[in-house]
């Protein structure tokens, strides 16, 4: 079946900091893959999505390049900030079936000033 | 937009006894979602709906429940309680292929 691994946390970093976290996958096709974020106390939140292969997702300075020969889909910032302290997850939606996702199991990221 | 909405935020439970977790979205998503999250675990499924009166079993569906009566309203109902449920709930909507939209979440302990 489908599966997401995502690198342990908690990541943390002093502000302005450059952040990867690394996302692989394994399913049979072409999915679509997805980061979303989790701010505490609050629900995921879609952060950025590529849909094929070569496709970078990109959102308040994050980005996410989909790439079909590693099955990665690692997530980047270049400086990042305190607010962007949170939960982030991995997560893949295969090419048949409902729309459900695959989640990885999250990495917390800390940002200190 | 309301967008997803989970009621109750937080709830304690006695082994046995059971309850209904509600879910309401006002976005016409014909899909809905229930997961539940467990520290370090990532978010499983445990049941989906493509439409009223469709469901259907996800990753971990032993011991819920669930109906879809109308496209809005996607209730999760726990018979017999147990310490293993004791998790965060998330409620999410979707249109097909799209983001899927998610709740505020429901905190269960059970004791």
């Known amino acids: 079946g489908d599966s997401v691994t995502q690198m342990e946390g908690p990541v943390t970093l002093s502000e302005e900091a450059f952040l990867t976290i690394n996302c692989t996958y394994t399913?049979?096709?072409?999915?679509?893959l997805f980061w979303y974020v989790q701010y505490p106390g609050e629900g995921l939140q879609l952060l950025l999505k590529?849909?094929?292969?070569?496709d970078k997702g990109s959102n308040k300075g994050f980005e996410a390049t989909y790439r079909k020969e590693t099955t990665s889909f690692h997530l980047e910032k270049g400086s990042v900030q305190v607010s962007d302290s949170a939960v982030y997850f991995c997560?893949?939606?295969?090419?048949?079936?409902?729309?459900?996702?695959?989640f990885g199991k999250g990495t917390m990221l800390l940002v200190s000033p | 937009n309301a967008g997803v909405t989970q009621t109750p935020k937080f709830r304690i439970l006695k082994i046995g006894q059971s309850m209904t977790l509600q879910c309401t979205q006002d976005m016409n998503h014909n899909y809905m979602y229930w997961y539940r999250q467990d520290p370090g675990m990532g978010l499983k499924l445990i049941y989906y709906?493509?439409?009223?009166?469709?469901?259907d079993k996800g990753e971990v569906p032993n011991g819920y429940n669930v109906s879809r009566s109308t496209t809005e309203d996607f209730p999760l109902r726990l018979e017999l309680a147990a310490p293993s449920q004791t998790s965060v709930y998330f409620c999410a909507s979707s249109s097909p292929q799209n983001e899927q939209f998610f709740g505020p979440g429901t905190r269960l302990t059970v004791l």
């Open positions: 709906s493509v439409g009223a009166g469709i469901t």
């Open positions: 997560a893949l939606r295969g090419d048949s079936g409902y729309s459900t996702l695959t």
């Open positions: 590529a849909t094929k292969a070569d």
């Open positions: 399913a049979t096709g072409y999915p679509s």
